[in-house]
């Protein structure tokens, strides 16, 4: 098993960033692709962002590209996602995911994610 805590969510203004980190522990061998999803009230699961196993290819959400930057350190067992130039629209709960299964594409959907964290909830005010 493999658990996941994400942090570093809170309130922040209109343009303003925030970093998000994700610590994995347990079984983080059998981890390859790791991904970032959030959930805004009455809204299902989107896509944010994902990154492969070695770091060295990510993957972005149209709506967060060229804002969003998906980065692990796997010495740290742990996943960032560092938003910039933040939109009240970005206001959700983000989750953290791990993928325990190897695979030749990216992984854009949640029900491909094995693992997730509790959430962390940040709001972005106008």
């Known amino acids: 098993q493999v658990q996941l805590v994400e942090s570093g969510g809170g309130l922040v203004q209109a343009g303003g960033s925030r970093r998000l980190s994700c610590v994995a522990s347990?079984?983080?061998?059998?981890?390859?692709?790791m991904g970032w999803f959030r959930q805004a009230p009455g809204k299902e699961r989107e896509f944010v962002a994902t990154i492969s196993w070695s770091g060295g290819s990510t993957y972005y959400a149209d709506s967060v590209k060229g804002r969003f930057t998906i980065s692990r350190d796997n010495a740290e067992n742990t996943v960032y996602l560092q938003m910039n130039s933040l939109k009240p629209e970005d206001t959700a709960v983000y989750y953290c995911a791990a993928d325990r299964v190897y695979r030749s594409s990216w992984s854009l959907l949640p029900s491909l994610y094995n693992y997730w964290g509790q959430g962390t909830q940040v709001t972005v005010s106008s």
């Open positions: 347990g079984r983080t061998f059998t981890i390859y692709n």
